[in-house]
């Protein structure tokens, strides 16, 4: 089969063949699921390395082999609908990466836009077939995403303001909106989230928000700036975090908050004193120091109020 267009339509014959033999059967172990989902891929990269095609073309028949499984789940019930579903996504995922190769930047906010699609889907159906492709889809966006940051010149670019800027931002984006999704969640037999639970999936799209900030401000204008400016945000992202675990009751982030001011101060301590500008290393010194003061008073309060028997948010 050295015709390019032959392999493809016989990988094409070859996939709707094993789906239409899988529906034909009454009861389908998952062994059955598992071969048949294994065969679709074979048949796919057949089709895929059949020729020197051009990323646009391998998205296209990607897309192909998605719309045979999203086919087959409209006609399936049960185990089987949520197979071919999770084949489905995980198709349009190839489709998006193959397509999309020689845009980097394009590529990840397609990726990031399609895996907050998923979460939405996934949350409004109730089912976790999606979130294979889900998962992949927002790390291969947050790796991606790093390594284009990565790439740029170390204090040679405007933080927030580069390609590399909107590729992440979009990526987190898709973190929040997929961690807020998850927390929403109920799946058939289950019950709701704890609040630790929901506190933890919440984190997950504060935590990308968090190292992208990181990653902006790790190589931002000069060596003192930068320090600078990183110790101002962990102090910054701190105080935000103790905050909004004390309004919302949430320990968890009550806890990495106060980690993350202590973090600071420590930052400034070793690091600030290496600092050539006076101005910004005072300064240093004392944002950290005005940060764990203002933590302390919240701690100290919430004290209070305990030994006073009124019930504390801290």
């Known amino acids: 089969l050295g015709n390019p267009v032959l392999r493809i339509a016989v990988g094409v014959l070859g996939t709707a063949s094993t789906y239409i033999a899988l529906g034909r059967q009454g009861s389908v172990g998952l062994r059955s699921l598992v071969g048949a989902a294994l065969l679709s891929g074979a048949f796919l990269l057949a089709a895929l390395t059949a020729a020197s095609f051009s990323g646009v073309t391998r998205g296209v028949i990607a897309l192909a082999w998605a719309s045979m499984s999203l086919a087959a789940a409209r006609a399936a019930e049960g185990e089987r609908r949520g197979a071919y579903r999770v084949l489905a996504s995980l198709f349009v995922f190839a489709a998006l990466v193959l397509g999309l190769e020689s845009e980097p930047v394009a590529r990840i906010v397609a990726l990031s836009a399609y895996a907050a699609l998923l979460a939405v889907l996934a949350r409004v159906a109730a089912t976790s077939a999606l979130v294979p492709a889900l998962f992949l889809a927002v790390v291969a966006g947050a790796a991606w995403s790093h390594e284009l940051l990565a790439q ?61 900030i990181r990653a902006e401000l790790m190589s931002a204008y000069s060596p003192d700036l930068s320090m600078f400016l990183l110790i101002l945000f962990y102090a910054f992202a701190g105080v935000l975090a103790i905050l909004i675990g004390r309004w919302r009751q949430l320990p968890l982030a009550r806890r990495a908050g106060l980690a993350l001011a202590i973090y600071a101060a420590l930052k400034s301590v070793m690091q600030a004193s290496g600092v050539e500008s006076i101005g910004l290393r005072v300064g240093s010194y004392l944002l950290a120091g005005l940060f764990l003061l203002a933590v302390a008073y919240w701690y100290r309060g919430a004290g209070e109020a305990e030994r006073a028997g009124v019930p504390s948010m801290g």
């Open 152 to 212: 740029r010149p170390p204090y040679g670019y405007t933080p927030f303001a580069t390609a590399a800027s909107l590729a992440a931002f979009a990526n987190v984006l898709a973190w929040c909106v997929t961690s807020w999704q998850a927390s929403r969640l109920r799946l058939e037999g289950t019950g709701a989230l704890s609040a630790e639970q929901r506190t933890f999936l919440w984190l997950l799209g504060g935590g990308a928000a968090f190292f992208w």
